[in-house]
């Protein structure tokens, strides 16, 4: 897709979620232009290799989110609540080339935890907030998705994933083997 779109300056990407290796090779040869936030940072290992490889593009520091797994579900990528505040603080110290915009969660799929799970999510905020001495307000939160995007934003959400609302849903018949 980003071979196809390479010619598109006013576009301007994120990524979200589950961070396959491959990207930061993608990354680092120029081939994800206009990358503007990567939400799906939920590990030391993940920062450094991003770190890294906006080092090698010489380019602006590139917005990152932490990815929390709020629902406890084994499935799901995201680091534990618990550890979130110790990931913002690695990505503020240690990663310069980039920066810490905020904080995002996955519910899970059938909604049933949603509130407990942006309430979870909004509590990180705090912790985080407090220890990088930001203001909540210069911390979004990308949580809420076709299904719950309504209660995320009543919630505290500044960012949503709409992809199914606007795309129709995902057709994972067609996903191929790795």
Known sequence: ???????????????????PFKFVVSLNAGGVPNLAFFQG????????????AVLSLERNPLKIFVQV????????????????VRLAEHVKLHCPHLEFSGLMTIGMPDYTSTPENFRTLSKCRVEVCKALGMTEDQCELSMGM????EQAIEMGSTNVRIGSTIFGPR????KQPN
Do not use: W
């Open 1 to 19: 897709m980003f071979r196809k779109m390479k010619n598109r300056s006013n576009i301007a990407y994120q990524y979200n979620s589950f961070f």
């Open 41 to 52: 940072v939920d590990n030391e290992k993940i920062a450094n290799h991003l770190d890294r």
């Open 69 to 84: 797994n709020t629902s406890g579900e084994p499935s799901k990528s995201g680091i534990d609540p618990s550890g979130c």
């Open 146 to 149: 076709s299904g719950d995007f």
């Open 171 to 174: 057709d994972y018949s067609k």
